[in-house]
């Protein structure tokens, strides 16, 4: 069997219990996802830069949930004269769903984006804040640090300062927004051609979920009274979401806040996997499956400090 079949065959199974339509989403994560971007605001206009763009694909369209997240129906745009000059960004439709859940702080702030590169997020964030504020965008991996300043550069983000730092040991740093887009195994992105690699063992969901607890975890005690956390996964895993934030709201003096986006369509944070139950502030988390708006899939979480 392809191997990549096989992957999404044991996704299927793993995770079937835990959506509302079994057929629908096994039938979503054998389809292929079509190119999505939004527009860089920072260096043009979204109906000039639209307009362009259509000459190429008249049939762009634009979600309902987020009108800057476009669909195109080619998967060259990365080759555009609009992507060299940054007038776009090509980003899963899932992964601007961060940044939209803690649109109504995308003013004057400071945040540090703990795992950056390759700055998908940075740069929308920059965008929402229009080059204000200061973010500190920062990762572990220096061979990631290259593609994050090559986003910064070519998109003109002039808010934003690089550090390459392990975030467990971050010097503590105030800041109003943290930001935990933490590495995981990915699963979410299974209908992205050539994305996850294997399929994960028992072994590696336990490392996952202890990297991702350090992530979280330090960000949640350098976080000042009042300031937020967003901890968020492109995976199906509730050992790597649910599990991870329970842990942290059990050790932390967090609260949970609810978060919804008009016109997307997402589930509550699961609280029982594998014999194992959560604290049941997690059913405020948002779940975003395949499935229910055509996308990858996502996990976000946005607490305040007490
Ligand atoms: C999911 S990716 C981040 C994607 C990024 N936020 C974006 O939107 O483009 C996770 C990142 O975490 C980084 N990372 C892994 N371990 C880390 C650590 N201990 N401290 C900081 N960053 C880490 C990886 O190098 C990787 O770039």
Redesign the pocket.
């Known amino acids: 069997m392809h191997r990549h079949q096989n992957i999404r065959d044991n996704l299927i199974s793993k995770y079937s219990s835990l959506v509302d339509d079994e057929k629908k989403f096994a039938n979503f994560i054998n389809l292929p996802l079509k190119q999505s971007f939004r527009v860089n605001t920072l260096k043009e206009e979204k109906e000039i830069v639209l307009d362009k763009l259509k000459e190429y694909d008249p049939k762009i369209k634009t979600t309902e949930w987020n009108d800057n997240a476009h669909i195109s129906e080619l998967d060259n745009l990365g080759s555009s004269l609009e992507h060299f000059v940054g007038h776009i960004y090509i980003q899963e439709l899932t992964?601007m769903i961060p940044p939209l859940v803690v649109k109504d702080l995308m003013k004057n702030i400071s945040i540090i984006?703990?795992?950056?590169?390759?700055?998908?997020?940075?740069t929308q964030m920059a965008a929402m804040m229009e080059n204000k504020g200061h973010i500190i965008a920062?990762?572990?991996?220096h061979v990631?640090l290259k593609s994050l300043r090559g986003n910064l550069d070519r998109l003109g983000v002039t808010n934003t300062s690089v550090t390459l730092?392990?975030?467990?040991s971050f010097p503590n740093t105030k800041a109003d927004l943290y930001f935990v887009?933490?590495?995981?195994s990915s699963e979410g992105t299974i209908r992205k051609k050539n994305s996850v690699a294997r399929n994960w063992r028992e072994k590696d969901y336990i490392r996952f979920n202890k990297?991702q607890k350090g992530?979280l975890g330090k960000a949640c005690e350098m976080a000042p009274s009042g300031s937020t956390v967003v901890y968020s996964t492109?995976t199906f895993s509730p050992d790597e979401n649910e599990k991870v934030v329970s842990d942290i709201l059990n050790k932390h003096d967090m609260k949970m806040k609810k978060i919804n986006i008009k016109n997307l369509k997402s589930e509550p944070g699961i609280t029982k996997w594998n014999n194992e139950t959560y604290n049941s502030e997690v059913e405020k988390c948002m779940r975003v499956w395949p499935h229910h708006n055509d996308t990858d899939a996502f996990f976000i979480a946005r607490m305040e400090k007490c």
């Open positions: 992964s984006d703990c795992c950056a590169a390759p700055g998908s997020k940075t920062n990762d572990a991996r990631r730092r392990d975030f467990k887009d933490a590495p995981c990297l992530l492109c």
